[in-house]
């Protein structure tokens, strides 16, 4: 599996629907879908249905990753930065908390209620096809 920079440019090559976005897309599947089978075969303890599970799983990366970064602009500044910080750069509430001069309490608050706006957006574009 590529490293966390370059996953996430492939997903911004995906949601920029670029020329090269199909590219993206098979490199994305090619990073993730053997842990997605594997996580398959060991839960499900049945090849099909681990190969079922791996391509429905790289089917909701994609639709989301097209969706991603729009849904992602919606977010305020402090919930994107919140959400960056979180997921991209792995720190700590805490360390969070001393960027947007809040709590390390209000910090966990923020990247809920975003993650859960987030949830909405990507859902909402699932359901109208986008």
């Known amino acids: 599996m590529g490293d966390v920079a370059e996953d ?4 911004r090559r995906i949601a920029s629907r670029s020329a090269d976005a199909r590219e993206a897309e ?22 099909d249905r681990a190969c079922d599970l791996a391509q429905a799983v ?22 994107r930065t919140v959400v960056y910080l979180s997921f991209t750069e792995g720190r700590s509430a ?3 908390a001393a960027v947007v001069e809040t709590t390390a309490g209000n910090v966990r608050v923020l990247r809920h209620r ?3 706006q987030l949830r909405r ?3 909402d574009c699932q359901a109208c096809g986008q």
């Open 94 to 96: 805490e360390q969070i």
């Open 26 to 47: 098979a490199a994305l599947c090619r990073s993730f879908t053997p842990r997605a089978h594997l996580y398959g075969r060991k839960h499900l303890r049945d090849e």
């Open 8 to 11: 996430a440019a492939l997903v």
């Open 114 to 116: 975003a993650i859960a």
């Open 121 to 123: 957006c990507i859902d």
């Open 58 to 79: 790289m089917l909701a990366v994609l639709v989301a990753a097209r969706a991603l970064v729009r849904c992602l602009h919606e977010l305020d500044a402090r919930g």
